[in-house]
């Protein structure tokens, strides 16, 4: 009898979760609705196995968090401002312009008042601002009921990507930036933007705990710093040679070098926004926490 009553109120949950995923826009249902149904199951399944509180924990989880997913999924379908590239575009231009903006107090000193230390705490937040930008709109593509996972995430994974990689850059080839040799010497400065892709693509990828977009997400970042990293300095170097050649460039001639240094950054921006959108598309809306 208790068999039978556990058997009625399971099949109760998933026609009730059956009803909610109709709820889904038709894109998102006919893509994933079949596999998330599976999933939930699958989850409801083992949690009877377990006990009673086990099967409500569950079940309040899922249903509580329904109507926020609903909602989300059909602002993103409507919103072309909410689509993934859109997304990451804007994120991580802004981010980059962050960092164009304390480069340039940094190296104009507009803010004397402040001291070495406090100077670094501005560079650590501007690293985490940027890299919780890039996490949030990773997150509205990979986990949208989830995103402030993909925000601290991608804070914390920016800040030790620029710091921990620079430090060790620094340790084991101090040089390697300003070398004038040949060889292979020349693609020594190309480990950084490695290093910082490797570390801010598995950061990211923590939030999905599925190893195959893990592995992806690293991949696609190493791809997309290094490409961000070629822009950043070709650019430069092209700014340096025809636009602003010689004494156009010095701190006397301010706009100048407020072009120099924010173009470039922007430009890497934007390919990072690029790789990262194609990126967050190809795995859009998975749903990875069930």
């Known amino acids: ?143 949208p009921t989830h995103k402030k996972f993909f925000v601290l995430s991608g804070s914390i994974g920016f800040l030790l990507a620029n710091l921990f990689s620079l430090q060790i850059f620094k340790l084991y080839f101090p040089d390697a930036m300003t070398s004038t040799q040949t060889g292979w010497a020349t693609y020594l400065p190309l480990l950084f933007p490695l290093m910082t892709g490797v570390i801010y693509g598995f950061f990211i990828a923590i939030p999905t705990v599925k190893w195959r977009i893990a592995l992806r997400c690293v991949w696609m970042s190493m791809l997309a710093f290094l490409a961000g990293y070629f822009v950043n300095r070709l650019s430069a170097a092209l700014m340096q040679s025809y636009l602003f050649p010689g004494s156009l460039l010095g701190k006397a001639h301010q706009a100048n070098y407020l072009i120099y240094i924010f173009v470039p950054d922007i430009l890497e921006g934007l390919l990072l926004g690029v790789i990262f959108g194609g990126l967050a598309q190809h795995n859009r809306l998975t749903p990875a926490f069930h």
Do not use: K
């Open 1 to 143: 009898m208790q068999n039978h009553l556990q058997e009625s109120q399971a099949s109760l949950a998933t026609h009730f979760y059956q009803i909610l995923l109709l709820l889904y826009p038709r894109e998102f249902r006919n893509r994933f609705g079949a596999e998330m149904h599976g999933v939930f199951v699958e989850a409801l399944a083992e949690n009877r196995e377990q006990s009673f509180w086990n099967v409500f924990q569950f079940l309040w989880h899922e249903f509580t968090e329904a109507p926020a997913s609903i909602f989300d999924q059909h602002q993103a379908a409507r919103s072309p401002w909410l689509q993934p590239y859109h997304l990451n575009l804007s994120a991580f231009t802004l981010g980059f312009i962050l960092i164009g903006v304390y480069d340039s107090i940094n190296t104009f000193n507009w803010l004397n008042f402040i001291h070495f230390d406090q100077s670094f705490f501005f560079l650590l937040i501007t690293y985490l601002l940027t890299g919780g930008l890039g996490g949030l709109a990773i997150g509205c593509a990979l986990g």
